[in-house]
Nanobody
Framework: QVQLVESGGGRVQAGGSLRLSCTIT????????MGWYRQAPGKQRELVAV???????NYAGSVKGRFTISRDTAKNTVYLQMNSLKSEDTAVYYC?????????WGQGTQVTVSS
């Protein structure tokens, strides 16, 4: 069974940086896309960033210019570099992978930005 293992969340002050990692327990070559969603308390889950098998990227408007998604195919890992963090970035961040058989989710990692 394919699994996603996330790491890198934590607490940081506003203006700081964090890097999230998401490792999938299989090769990412045949995966359509991988990315990150987030869900803040009382809000719906929203797409943050996505990277396709062709390395195209897309970002939510609220994070564009501050967050960067990338992948390391040798390590089967996708990263989310988050810079200039704001209090409104506080949320649980979920990694996902879009496979031919469906979507697989990570367990989520908490990011807390204090002002």
């Amino acid at each position: 069974q394919v699994q996603l293992v996330e790491s890198g969340g934590g607490r940081v002050q506003a203006g700081g940086s964090l890097r999230l990692s998401c490792t999938i327990t299989r090769s990412i070559f045949s995966i359509n896309a991988m990315g990150w969603y987030r869900q803040a308390p009382g809000k719906q889950r929203e797409l943050v960033a996505v990277i396709t098998s062709g390395s195209s990227t897309n970002y939510a408007g609220s994070v564009k210019g501050r967050f960067t998604i990338s992948r390391d195919t040798a390590k089967n890992t996708v990263y989310l570099q988050m810079n200039s963090l704001k209090s409104e970035d506080t949320a649980v961040y979920y990694c996902y992978a879009s496979l031919p058989s469906g979507v697989v989710w990570g367990q989520g990692t908490q990011v807390t930005v204090s002002s």
